[in-house]
């Protein structure tokens, strides 16, 4: 497939002056949804993709090639921009390489890769960084890992919440001499820091959350911000309404008790009922 023009709309996205947030996507109907309903970006988290793959928590438990499948299935269902947490890059710098390579494949318009030490080693009770140095290393093998240069490489750092200020600008300054795309800040919980850390450079930023600061896209987007994350509700709530109508099934309660159900002609719509009909008579 030809993954060029979801690239390129996405690379106008974080080279022009707005912000916008993306929807959570995990699965080729979800992903369908954001694009139908007009929505410029999916994003694809970690943290979901462990629910939706494993039913586990965020522990690093799941694979590149599981991730990178899952990152496919969602690329080719249509259109949409999706940015792929893709966390440590599943090893080393040489590891980040090779599944930067695959998700590249996959379809993704962006990608990040945090500096976070992953997966927490034994006896670690706390967040801990990688060294500046090999998280340096890990962005130069994320760039090199990419075949196609349209495809957006975020370092991700939450180094503002875990070091401090002082070592997130340091860090900040470092990856953005490698050539990377962008930064991704994660757990920004004072506006006073963030206005510090988005003069620090001048590459478009990411946030992964703004804690409880008001979500004021026009004010993000003059500080430099063009993607603001406003967490996971699409699959949270699929999980409630799934859990509900589950427990109503289960208990033979009434139907009106059931979370509505989606409409036929919407199914019809999202699956490409028409498309397929038309093939049918095409081929069949």
């Known amino acids: 497939m030809n993954w060029t023009q979801r690239r390129e709309s996405f690379r106008q996205i974080i080279e022009g002056n ?3 947030t993306p929807a959570s996507v995990f699965d080729p109907l979800s992903a369908r949804m954001v694009e139908d309903l007009g929505g410029k970006v999916g994003m694809l988290a970690g943290s979901v993709a462990a629910m939706a793959i494993l039913g586990a928590p965020d522990k690093m438990l799941i694979t590149a090639t599981e991730f990178s499948d899952m990152a496919f ?5 249509g259109n949409l921009a999706v940015i792929a947490d893709a966390d440590h890059g599943y090893g080393n710098a040489m590891n980040v390489q090779r599944t930067v390579s695959e998700l590249d494949h996959a379809g993704l318009a962006a990608v990040t890769i945090e500096d976070t030490e992953l997966p927490q080693p ?3 009770k706390e967040t801990k960084l990688l060294s500046l140095e ?3 290393g890990k962005i130069k093998a994320a760039l090199s890992g990419r075949s196609d240069p349209n495809m957006v490489i975020l370092a991700r750092t939450s180094a503002a919440t875990v070091n401090g200020i002082d070592d997130c600008i340091a860090r900040i300054k470092e990856y953005e001499k490698t050539g990377v795309d962008g930064i991704a800040l994660i757990g920004m919980k004072s506006r006073k820091d963030l206005n510090v850390l ?3 450079t001048r590459l478009p930023i990411m946030l992964g959350g703004i804690g409880s600061m008001e979500p004021d896209l026009d004010n993000l987007a ?3 911000v ?3 994350l406003r967490g996971h509700q699409p699959y949270l709530a699929a999980l409630a309404a ?3 109508a589950i427990q109503q099934v289960l208990s033979n309660t009434k139907n009106t008790d059931t979370p509505p159900l989606i409409e036929n002609t919407l199914l019809q719509q999202l699956t490409r009922n028409s498309v397929y009909d038309d093939d049918a008579k095409r081929f069949l």
């Open 18 to 20: 707005i912000c916008i």
């Open 226 to 228: 063009r993607i603001c």
């Open 198 to 200: 988005c003069d620090t």
């Open 242 to 244: 799934t859990y509900s």
């Open 134 to 136: 090999e998280g340096i």
């Open 122 to 124: 034994f006896g670690s």
């Open 73 to 77: 299935r969602i690329c080719r269902a």
């Open 222 to 224: 003059k500080m430099g």
